[in-house]
């Protein structure tokens, strides 16, 4: 079969390469033409344009680049219509893919499948009203959002989450042992610090510094950053200067791994460090800090900012985020994790009931399967 899919980011070009694999798996006759990025192009297919060209996020970048975006809608459109696919596979990214989605549906009566639902349950639910009528099939990754859509009179299905396929598997595999990630990363023998702090620069910028000053409060710590993909060394390198911490690129599952404590940015980072059973607190700035919270409280659906926490659906860590984003706050939650047994382990202990409402690892698998046989003459 002819598989046509669309990532607009590098998250979606991961998952959308495990999705590819799967379906190989299923179809040996399988074709894809795909706008993603460099993960999809190994997998095998046409890439027809990489989400470097695509991803223009908030309001003063979208409109700045609106030529674009609309010359690229029109190609993107124009392409389907050529290559006239079995099924158009969408991957998040919705500002973009609902309107594929629209004339996909009505112009050329594909059927439209979705594949990692975008976050309407947090806000803009209004596009609700588009993926009824224009998606066929919506297969999520969040346990939670089975209910959601339910609410919506919209049925979904949950295929599993890829971050419990990832962590899984490099347990499997060969992980790294503590020994051999302290010599090969030059680390002391002190506990380590995981600093997580976040993926984009502007979060670095906002997170990093004050991560850094609370690390430097619990000096029989050996404070470590996961670097980000696609970010400098010397961009860290302003914001640690003489400070005695290491960074590491693309070791952040072993870091987690080996780490007693962790101050994470909020994303799919809180998930997986609980997967890995690492207490954590989930510290994220924003300017204008009550203005934040008033927004979240008064215009977002949703009750926390964490995917550990929305999971749970209870205060599993604290989410020091807007007006409770502070130095005092978060090394007072540092000194509860660390110096009260009973807390910490109670924290522990929720991530064993999240783990287990995540359910087991498989999901491109799962999902792939759900596809194929759904298209399967």
């Not at 095998?44 to 609309?70: D, N, Q, S, W």
């Not at 290559?83 to 989605?101: C, E, H, S, T």
Request: glycine residues 6%; positive net charge.
């Amino acid at each position: 079969m002819k598989y046509y899919l669309i990532a607009g980011e590098a998250s979606g070009d991961l998952h959308g390469s495990n999705l590819m694999a799967a379906l190989k798996a299923k179809d040996p006759e399988a074709e894809f033409r795909f706008q993603g990025g460099d993960l999809m192009q190994a997998v095998g297919g046409t890439l027809v344009r990489h989400y470097r060209e695509m991803a223009y996020m908030g309001f003063i970048p979208v409109l700045l680049h609106l030529r674009t975006i609309l010359r690229n809608m029109r190609m993107c459109k124009d392409d389907i219509r050529r290559y006239r696919p079995d099924v158009v596979i969408l991957i998040d990214y919705p500002g973009f893919n609902l309107k594929i989605a629209k004339y996909v549906h009505r112009a050329l009566h594909l059927p439209v499948y979705y594949y990692i639902s975008p976050k309407i349950w947090a806000w803009k639910q209004y596009r609700i009203k588009d993926i009824r009528r224009y998606v066929d099939r919506m297969f999520c990754i969040l346990p939670f959002e089975v209910d959601f859509y339910e609410r919506m009179n919209y049925r979904v299905d949950y295929v599993g989450n890829p971050s419990v396929d990832s962590v899984a598997a490099y347990l499997a595999g060969a992980p790294v042992s503590e020994a051999t990630f302290r010599q090969t990363q030059q680390l002391t023998d002190k506990p380590l610090l995981a600093l997580l702090a976040g993926s984009r620069k502007q979060e670095i910028t906002d997170n990093l510094p004050t991560m850094l000053k609370v690390a430097a409060h619990y000096p029989e710590f050996q404070p470590v950053i996961a670097g980000a993909p696609g970010i400098d060394p010397a961009y860290y390198a302003q914001y640690i200067g003489e400070a005695p911490v290491r960074i590491v690129f693309n070791q952040t599952y072993p870091l987690l791994q080996h780490s007693r404590l962790a101050l994470v940015t909020s994303g799919t980072a809180t998930l997986e460090t609980s997967l890995f059973r690492v207490p954590q607190v989930v510290c994220y700035y924003t300017p204008i800090g009550k203005v934040v919270h008033f927004v979240f409280r008064h215009f977002f659906h949703i009750r926390f900012i964490s995917l550990v926490n929305l999971i749970a659906n209870r205060e599993v860590v604290q989410e020091l985020f807007g007006e409770r984003f502070s130095l005092d706050n978060i090394r007072r939650e540092v000194d509860r994790i660390l110096y009260e047994p009973a807390y910490r382990q109670q924290m522990l202990d929720q991530y064993d009931e999240v783990i287990r409402i995540l359910g087991a690892p498989g999901a491109s698998h799962h999902a792939a399967q759900q596809i194929y046989h759904s298209l399967k003459p």
